[in-house]
């Protein structure tokens, strides 16, 4: 049998439904199940991504099968319809439409009202009985036509296009200010003059033959797949390039036919705050692309349309309703009324922020939607988002201060809740380059509105403003989809490119200046303005806010038992000092993963360098002395935070060159407070001096050479360990020894540890359980793992270093081709945020397998970076570690994120 390519939709049953995204695409697909559970959907069908992937395969050819059933599912139309597409008395018209797997918002094109002709033209007025509408009709299919398919859209945006100009000439000349005012006379020329255009342009007449429009849409559509701004966008947001587009052949219905018509879009609830009920825009007597164009400013659906249209309201309300019960989530839709009734054009999951999403996926749950694992789904709620609702946020203090101050300047639509100030920059591609420069430079982009060519620049900045546009513009959706703090549509702002500033009723701020913009609430300041912990914090952290008095925290709490409930790995945290130790147990941090102790020193620097300055065993020995009380304090204050959690401690570290002063003031300095001569401090700075010390003497080579040092720090934790203990709290200590490769590194500094621990025992007459283990961060040690675990008792994947050594590819020096890499798709992301999979990952797997095959019980966690990362995470569950670890602030993600693997691939 000949290959299905084509499937239709109309009449109340279609051929495909909503499982079928990856052949039909995500409207296609949709369209499909809409009709079938009985929504009124224009008759259509769609062909499928497989075509588009023969079309790439095989020079830009159809497959020969296809133009037969093109045909049969037009006639489908047509009989759905009751109208003859390319027909005299009763024309049809349809539109053509792309639609991949995932939605690219703006990055394809679509064109409207297919089939007109200057005779189908006349029969469409007089079956209509509108003239008006026929020609404005015609008038943007050869607008759309000319742009779309015959590439007269100009390139840059900076061109303009040849029909708008020529639209805004004829407006112009009538002395009118909108489109929809124009006459039928003058709709008439401007057909005429777009076609002399094309004429011009092409060299070509404009296509007459509605089944040559039809093919030559389809074509375009196909075509638009690999077009620049497609595959930038698909890069950002990890879409394959194979996947292909489907092409959906729509029948037309008409918003342009009179006051009793129009079209829209909406989400079924707010997507900026996850508020219930429809939040969206509308303009009367328009078409498709009108409302997101901003060609005139719409009308919000929530405030006027039950007034406007009271009956259609009633239908989008019951629409709505349907669609989410029957989706089981939040509804991006588009539609259009067509003399009083309304259509429905398109419905997909709707992208929302971190705060949306929280609000949505636990009112969902409460509404008995869905059950608390479907609100975990990543698909809703993707882990990192919820750093979201971490962000500080504008102070109302720091709010009526800058008022006061005469900084306040005008409000727009809140569109991305959080605080963003930054210095302004106008224009896309000057961010990106800024950024380029300087990575944590603050900006926020400020435009009349922003198009998909803006994209990479918006990536960058820390907020959006607009001044025009309202809740489904450009700008509005692409910060929903980025958690970018936005504001759209804030009207006084009078943007002049040219000469690069910004008026707001008098006051001008140039390039450069800063600008503050809360997108809880719209309102937009000049200058900075004092921020505070969101709420969160208040409650969690600093305490300064109750959580009764934040409905974002219940909701957050939530959510996040929901999550500890079906996780089955442990959130541990990264944490040096018994504050950030705090905060990351009231985030639900279960242990500490990692503490650094060479960060402890930082406090006690000079003793510090004593010890390392020391070049015999008795000056060192004394040194140590010195240090040992601060350790043992430090220790003693992470044990009391934890209260019984395991806490986990590294030894020392880092190459001992990177504590010593450089230049030879602090060195004189050093010698002074020392009382040794500076030519000895600098003698020893050369000796210690590597040409690559990440390669170098450090990490457990130290404690070989030097066990003094490691006889210190473990006396250190086992004095704090029995001091803590006598105070009635529960400690668990676990050593941990780094940079581990050989099994006789690691019994060399088991040894020490485990002597000091005897003889501190003894002396204090306690006995704690306790741990000794490694840090797993040369591929060495992977393919050893059986050795090293027949000896520790615990592994750490110390991702950072294995990273490092795996790819032989320094942190320190990557940044110089990192980016090209991950713009050019040589790597899929940046090694460092996520873990390696095929690479760093095959090892871990190894180290894993091996370790467990020696010692069956071996905990097993990670420690590096990756464990705030929630693929890393989503790994580290799958290939069997017991817990990850990871910055405080990143503790919450990285339960959720556990959570969200739990559910979708139990273990
Ligand atoms: P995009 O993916 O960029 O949103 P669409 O294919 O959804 O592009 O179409 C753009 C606009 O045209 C939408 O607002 C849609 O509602 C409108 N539209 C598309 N097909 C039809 C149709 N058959 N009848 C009326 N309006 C349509
Ligand atoms: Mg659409
Ligand atoms: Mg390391």
Redesign the pocket.
């Known amino acids: 049998m000949a290959t299905k390519y084509v499937f239709f939709f109309g009449n109340g049953k279609a051929d495909g439904n909503a499982t079928m995204k990856p052949e039909l695409g995500g ?1 296609g697909a949709n369209l499909a199940e809409m009709t079938n559970i009985g929504l009124p959907v ?1 008759a ?1 069908f769609t062909i499928s991504t497989e075509v588009c992937t023969y079309y790439y395969a095989n020079d830009k050819k159809y497959p020969p099968e296809l133009t037969t059933q093109v045909d049969e599912a037009m006639s489908a139309i047509e009989k759905a319809m009751g109208k003859k597409f390319g027909d005299t008395t009763n024309p049809l ?7 991949a797997r995932e ?8 064109v ?1 009202n297919i089939g007109l002709n200057d005779t189908t033209v006349q029969a469409l007025a007089k079956a209509s009985g509108n003239e008006r509408f026929a020609w404005d009709s015609y008038r943007r299919f050869v607008q759309m036509y000319g742009d779309v398919v015959l590439g007269m859209k100009p390139e840059k945006k900076t061109d303009i296009d040849p029909f708008e100009e020529l639209l805004e000439k004829k407006k112009h000349a009538a002395k009118v200010k909108f489109d929809n005012e124009l006459s039928v006379q003058q709709l008439k020329e401007l057909v005429q003059e777009f076609k002399d255009a094309v004429k011009k342009r092409t060299g070509k007449d404009f296509p007459t033959d509605p089944k040559q429009q039809v093919w030559g849409a389809v074509g375009a559509v196909f075509g638009s797949w690999m077009n620049d701004r497609a595959i930038v966008y698909r890069r950002t947001y990890g879409i394959p390039h194979e996947w292909g587009t489907a092409v ?1 052949v ?6 342009n036919l009179g006051d009793d018509c129009a ?1 829209g ?1 909406a989400l079924t609830r707010d997507g900026a705050l996850g508020t219930p009920g429809y939040c969206g825009d509308y303009l009367i007597n328009a ?6 164009a901003g060609i005139r400013t719409p009308e919000r659906i929530e405030e006027t349309l039950a007034k406007a249209m009271p009956k259609a309201f009633a239908e989008l309300d019951d629409i709505g309703k349907k669609l989410e019960n029957h989706y089981k989530d939040v509804q991006d839709i ?3 009324v067509e003399r009083g009734k309304v ?1 429905m ?2 419905t997909r999951n709707a992208k929302r922020t971190g705060f949306a999403a929280v609000r949505i996926a636990v009112d969902l749950v409460d509404e008995g939607k869905i059950s608390e694992k479907d609100a975990l789904s990543a698909k809703r709620l993707p882990a990192d988002d919820l750093n979201q609702l971490l962000q500080p946020v504008f102070d109302k203090a720091g709010k009526d201060a800058a008022v006061k101050n005469g900084q306040g300047l005008t409000k727009g639509i809140n569109a991305g809740p959080g605080a963003a100030t930054g210095q302004i920059v106008f224009h896309a591609d000057e961010a990106e380059q800024k950024y380029l420069a300087n990575p944590s430079v603050e900006l926020v982009l400020v435009r009349r509105e922003t198009t998909p060519e803006d994209l990479r620049g918006m990536k960058v900045a820390k907020g959006i403003l607009t001044a025009f546009g309202g809740a489904s513009s450009h700008a509005a959706l692409v910060s929903r989809q980025m958690g970018k703090v936005c504001v759209v549509g804030a009207s006084d702002l009078e943007i002049n490119y040219e000469a690069a500033t910004v008026t707001v009723n008098g006051k001008t701020l140039k390039e450069g200046e800063y600008i503050s913009i809360d997108g809880f609430t719209g309102e937009v300041f000049s200058g900075k303005v004092e921020t505070k912990p969101s709420e969160i914090v208040q409650v969690l952290i600093n305490k300064t806010m109750k959580a009764e008095d934040s409905p974002t925290y219940q909701r957050f709490a939530k959510l996040m038992s929901w999550a500890d409930k079906h996780r089955t790995l442990k959130v541990r945290t990264n944490a040096d000092t018994p504050k950030d130790a705090t905060s990351a147990v009231a985030f639900g941090a279960e242990g500490i993963g990692l503490c650094r102790t060479e960060h402890m020193f930082f406090d006690h620097v000079d003793e510090f360098r004593e010890m390392i300055l020391a070049s015999d065993l008795p000056t060192r020995e004394k040194a140590l002395a010195k240090l040992l009380p601060f350790q043992r304090d430090d220790f003693a204050g992470l044990f009391r935070a934890m209260n019984g959690r395991p806490v986990t401690i590294r030894l020392l570290d880092p190459p001992l060159h990177e504590f010593l002063p450089h230049d030879h003031n602090t060195q004189s300095a050093l010698a002074a407070k020392l009382g040794i001569p500076v030519d000895y401090i600098a003698k020893r700075v050369h000796e210690l001096h590597e040409s690559n010390p990440m390669l170098g003497h450090r990490g457990c080579r130290l404690g070989i050479v030097f066990p003094e040092i490691t006889a210190m720090q473990a006396r250190a934790i086992f004095e704090a360990a029995c001091i803590v203990k006598k105070e009635g709290i529960d400690v668990k200590p676990e050593v941990m020894i780094p940079l581990v490769g050989f099994i006789t590194e690691f019994k060399d500094q088991e040894k020490t540890i485990r002597e000091q621990a005897a003889k501190v025992f003894d002396e204090k007459k306690a006995k704690i359980d306790y741990l000794v283990g490694t840090m797993i961060e040369v591929p060495r040690a992977c393919a050893a793992a059986d050795q090293i675990a027949g000896g520790a008792e615990f592994f750490s994947f110390g991702t950072n270093d294995l990273t490092q050594t795996t790819l032989g590819m320094s942190r320190d020096d990557y940044g110089g081709f990192i980016n090209y890499y991950k713009e050019h798709d040589i790597v899929p992301n940046d090694p460092f945020q996520t873990i390696d999979q095929d690479g760093v990952g095959s090892l871990m797997k190894v180290g894993v397998e091996k370790g467990r095959g020696q010692r069956k019980d071996l905990k097993i966690g990670i420690c590096g970076e990756h464990g705030g990362d929630p693929a890393s995470v989503m790994f580290c569950h799958k290939i069997g570690l017991d817990y990850v670890s990871c910055s405080p602030f990143r503790v919450p993600i990285a339960r959720l994120a556990a959570a969200q693997i739990a559910v979708s691939s139990p273990r």
Not at 287 to 292: R, Y
């Open positions: 409207k224009p259509g018209l349809v539109s053509c439409r792309s639609g939605s690219m918002p703006g990055m394809m094109d679509t409207l959906n729509q029948a037309m219905v008409f918003g079209t879009v078409q498709g692309e009108d409302v997101v588009e539609f259009t259509y054009l398109q």
